[in-house]
């Protein structure tokens, strides 16, 4: 007998036989086994295939073995297919509800003892928590039901199919089904059992499900429970023991609201839990309840009266081994990560998560938004026409995705907002989902982002809007139209709380400008923040056929249709390496500010609930980099939304390093996110004397001369520098290109930077035109003083009439060697440049320069709308730590605000170079390198890059800014970079 795919696999309805109505992911006493692990299992190319694999009785002997759960498609080597990474397009073709014939099928098998007396007079039920696609269920043969919806738990009675003894549950997966219209998220395609799968006693008497809403009013708890239980499970016994509560309830209609006295809020900054108890003869359920009250009052999000600003991530589930299959530990030490970059908020995108992972933003402290499991982005390919969210036909299916999302999980006090899914389009679908969600659960909001003029949504929500866009939309007053929307419908979404769902993409080096959105949230009290997008990369743990580990994206498993390394777009990298960008959203975020003025300074907290009296407030004070004194500021304990200003300690200035006094406010102890001492927030203040930068030289005796001289450490030949210190260099040669970023590949879209930029053409693909990355010199003059030498020298590219003129000034200056480069660019530019800088190339010789020491910005690289995270001292690192792995190998490594720089070889150091501010006060940074840019930007992964001999410095005197272009706007005109004159100053000497 073979399956029917016309019927089992193009069937838009979302399955039979699971039970309904969904109910809450409860934990009881009840009795439970677990059927993870082993399964048997084969892999089909095609639907039609036999089932007779699900009788008691078949041989499944020659199947291999599979982990249940797992993704099949990263088991076995690729013996079982591959994975798919698509952000929009359908990996198969646009029939809905159809899918294509050749659709690969596992069949699972799994023996199981049912434990004694489970078949006396109780009722068994078999629960899966995830299966990706459409899959079908048999136990001993007998048909039990189906059921989509890939992130969503179903469970099955399968009471009179069970007996005691050996049993046999078998379960048939397709990869595609009419539910993959409406599961089309970025991410990877990934099908298989991918949760966990368990057998459930609910014993007579059980209770079926358990809701307990609160809220929270003035130091007064609020607890609306809903018990669903049958007459023999009364009485029932609600218990806290901490709050002194035990209620009796001797029938349904007995079980009714609690006022509580005494009653500590739950927060996502103070997550107060208590445990409860809801108890009958037969089963004992456990719950953690938070106390708090969820609002919209007016245009302002409020949770217990006070307005929240979410300072989050979209955080996907995934892992470059497990793909989506939960690990607790891993997910806990992920969110403890988020709370140590001050990451107080989480949308799941773009479904529901593992239920334990919301056990842990209740416990850990976050504001959830959870999301359905719903997106049909695919659509948008051919205009949205049969788009599923405004057929009728669809409407079962979408419901059903909603009730089970809330269902599931509507006990958690971290969830503050439903979500209905993402880029599905709009339609009445859509509506039918938040009306059923309005009526279900009144006090939380509901949210979608494509209800753009807000027919059937609580909050306005946007992706990507640039700053000045939000800005307009945060401000009192404003009346322009919204997009898509009327002059009503904008009214009416001007008058809701407005939330960035998704911005500042996170794809490679970036984003910029995190600070401008920041600024704008404490402007306008109806900004609500955001979620950056997203939380981390998604690379796929591979290997080369010579053996070397790399991460994976789209087209690296011979995808008919992908979208490259668009999956690598977060701020934690896939082997959970925070990238500055995180560094930089903590900086920015941090719910501790400091304003100087001369003696004291203002300290801001800007909490939503909790007070600074688990902080302490230490400083030091430092001389060009170098620690000289510490010590603790006492500050008061300041409430939330308070601040307090307070003498700043006796400073001891310098007259000839830089004086900069740093202040940390640190955990006073630790916590379950991290350690006594953690930096919660920083700042700095620059007390330095400001001394005058040497002026230059003026020569009259420059004379022509062939160029081959030696001027202290320098080694010139014919002009051109040959060693320096001791060591082969040649160079400086003018570098104005850098390996694109993600950002610079990426059409401009017209907003924030469009002024520099070609709208419709990626800037790296106007530099590419431009000849950037591969300039020639022609040198028009050599010339010597008595102690100089300079060179003169064009530079262009083939088939440009644009060109930069180069003077290279060396001299010896107070027994040093200075080098001055003026840099001059032709009229005729019309692109934004990447950088302006000199290059120097370093071969290995006898030692490679494999590190470096610097007083300037750091630790980690920056660049002009990135900085908040750098701090001014002094710092070392090997050279392949100044380099950051993004997934695809860019621009990196970068350090602005350069002061001194010492390059080492084994720990010894082999030069020195002291970088002078230009004549408006401008430093230069620095990027230490195996490899060039040219090398770098033909590189896909990091395993492409040639090997390297030689080491690469890179003097900057300015680098472009990087913006959030691959999937939002440009670099801000203040960071963009056009083409100009710009002054390197340089002292050099022998290390």
């Not at 140590?340 to 933003?361: G, K, W």
């Not at 059903?400 to 009445?428: C, F, M, Y």
């Amino acid at each position: 007998m073979t399956s029917k795919p016309s019927a089992s696999v193009s069937d838009i309805t979302p399955g039979r036989g699971a039970l309904r109505p969904a109910r809450s992911w409860l934990r009881s006493d009840a009795p439970s086994l677990s059927l993870n692990g082993p399964w048997r299992f084969r892999l089909s190319p095609t639907a039609s295939v036999a089932r007779d694999f699900a009788a008691e009785g078949f041989d499944d002997h020659s199947w291999d073995s599979i982990p249940v759960p797992s993704h099949w498609v990263l088991q076995g080597d690729g013996a079982y297919g591959r994975p798919i990474y698509t952000n929009i397009q359908f990996p198969f073709p646009i029939d809905p509800p159809h899918v294509p014939d050749e659709n690969p099928t596992g069949d699972y098998r799994r023996h199981f003892p049912l434990p004694s007396g489970w078949s006396q007079g109780s009722g068994v039920v078999l629960r899966f928590d995830g299966v990706e696609s459409l899959f079908t269920v048999w136990v001993n043969g007998v048909e039990i039901g189906s059921a989509s919806g890939s992130r969503l738990a179903h469970e099955f009675d399968v009471t009179g199919a069970v007996h005691p003894g050996d049993n046999v549950v078998a379960v048939r997966v397709h990869q595609w089904s009419a539910a993959s219209y409406v599961e089309d998220q970025d991410q990877w395609w990934l099908p298989g059992i991918f949760r966990d799968v368990t057998l459930l006693l609910r014993p007579a008497g059980a209770i079926e499900d358990v809701w307990l809403r609160t809220g929270f009013d003035n130091g007064r708890g609020r607890l609306d429970p809903e018990v669903i239980a049958g007459p023999a499970a009364f009485p029932l016994t609600l218990r806290i023991p901490e709050l002194g509560v035990e209620q009796v309830w001797n029938t349904a209609a007995e079980v009714k609201r609690l006022d509580i006295a005494g009653v500590e809020p739950w927060s996502a900054e103070r997550p107060r839990l208590y445990d409860a108890a809801v108890s009958s003869a037969a089963e004992h359920i456990t719950l953690r309840v938070g106390f708090r009250t969820v609002e919209i009052r007016g245009d302002q999000f409020l949770v217990n009266g006070r307005r929240v600003v979410f300072h989050g991530v979209n955080r996907h589930e995934a892992h470059p081994e497990r793909g989506r299959v939960f690990d607790e530990a891993h997910a806990r030490d992920d969110l403890a990560r988020m709370k140590r970059f001050n990451v107080n908020a989480i949308r799941t995108s773009h479904y529901p998560p593992h239920p334990r992972l919301l056990d842990l933003a209740d416990e850990l402290g976050f504001w959830v938004v959870l999301e359905c499991d719903l997106e049909t982005h695919g659509f948008d390919t051919v205009g949205w026409t049969g788009n599923p969210s405004d057929d009728p036909a669809w409407r079962e299916a979408y419901l059903d995705r909603v009730q089970r999302t809330v269902e599931r999980d509507k006990n958690h006090p971290s969830i503050v907002i439903w979500s209905l899914g993402n880029e599905a389009g709009t339609g009445s679908n859509l509506a039918a989902m938040s009306a059923w969600v309005h009526a279900r659960d009144a006090e939380r909001p509901v949210h979608y982002e494509g209800d753009h003029t807000g027919d059937y949504t609580d909050i306005y929500s946007r992706m990507y809007a640039s700053v000045a866009e939000t800005e307009e939309i945060g401000a009192p007053g404003a009346r322009s139209p919204l997009l898509d929307c009327t002059p009503a419908q904008s009214a009416r979404q001007r008058a809701k709380p407005f939330l960035l769902c998704e911005y500042a993409h996170a794809m490679g080096n970036g984003p910029g400008a995190l600070d401008r959105y920041e600024a704008l949230v404490h402007t306008y009290p109806r900004l609500h923040g955001g979620f950056v997008w997203e939380w981390r990369d998604h690379g796929i743990l591979a290997t080369t056929p010579a053996g070397t580990p790399y991460y994976a994206y789209g087209g690296d498993f011979a995808e008919a249709v992908h979208d490259g390394n668009f999956v690598m777009d977060g701020m934690l990298l896939s082997d959970d390496a925070p990238t500055p960008s995180l560094h930089e959203y903590k900086a920015v975020v941090q719910p501790v500010r400091f304003a100087f003025d001369a003696d004291t300074v203002a300290i801001s907290n800007l909490r939503h609930s909790a007070d600074t009296s688990d902080l302490r407030f230490r400083w030091r004070v430092e001389h060009d980099g170098n620690p000289v004194a510490r010590g603790e500021l006492k500050v008061p304990v300041v409430p939330a939304g308070g601040s307090e200003r307070v003498q700043l300690p006796h400073i001891d200035v310098s007259p000839d390093a830089e004086t900069w006094l740093t202040i940390d406010a640190v955990l006073t102890a630790a916590t379950a996110w991290a350690p006594e001492g953690h930096v919660v927030a920083s700042a700095q203040l620059d007390r330095s004397v400001r001394r005058p930068v040497p002026a230059v030289r003026t020569r009259k005796d420059w004379r022509p001369g062939d160029g081959t001289l030696t001027l202290g450490i320098a080694e010139f030949i014919s002009g051109s520098l040959v060693r320096l210190a001791g060591r082969a260099v040649t160079g400086p040669r003018l570098e104005l290109f850098r390996a694109p970023t993600d950002n610079d590949e990426s059409p401009s879209d017209g907003v924030e930077g469009s002024d520099a930029s070609t709208p419709g053409v990626a800037n790296a693909e106007l530099w590419r035109r431009a000849g950037l990355d591969r300039l020639t010199s022609r040198r028009l003059s050599v010339s010597h003083a008595a102690d100089a030498l300079c060179t003169v020298d064009r530079v262009s590219s083939a088939n440009s009439a644009t060109s930069v003129t180069v003077e290279s000034v060396w001299s010896l200056e107070d027994g040093e060697l200075e080098l001055r480069v003026e840099i001059e660019p032709s009229r005729g530019w019309t692109a934004v440049w990447p950088r302006i800088g000199i290059r120097f190339d370093l071969p290995d010789g006898d030692a490679a320069v494999d590190g470096a020491e610097w007083f300037g910005l750091g630790p980690l690289e920056s660049y002009p709308d990135s900085l908040r995270a750098a701090r001014t001292s002094r710092f070392s690192s090997t050279i392949e730590d100044l380099t950051v792995d993004y997934g695809r190998p860019q621009e990196s490594g970068h350090r602005s605000g350069l002061r001194r720089l010492t390059l080492t070889s084994g720990g010894t150091k082999v030069l020195r170079l002291d970088a002078l501010p230009d004549a408006h006060g401008r430093r230069p940074g620095y990027t230490l390198s195996r490899h060039t840019p040219q090398q770098i930007a033909q590189a896909r992964h990091a395993f492409e890059l040639p090997e390297a001999t030689t080491s690469h410095l890179i003097i900057d005197a300015a680098q472009h800014g990087l913006g959030s272009r691959a999937c939002g706007p440009d670099v801000h005109p203040e960071f963009a970079l056009r083409p100009q004159a710009r002054t390197i100053r340089l002292r050099l000497t022998a290390g």
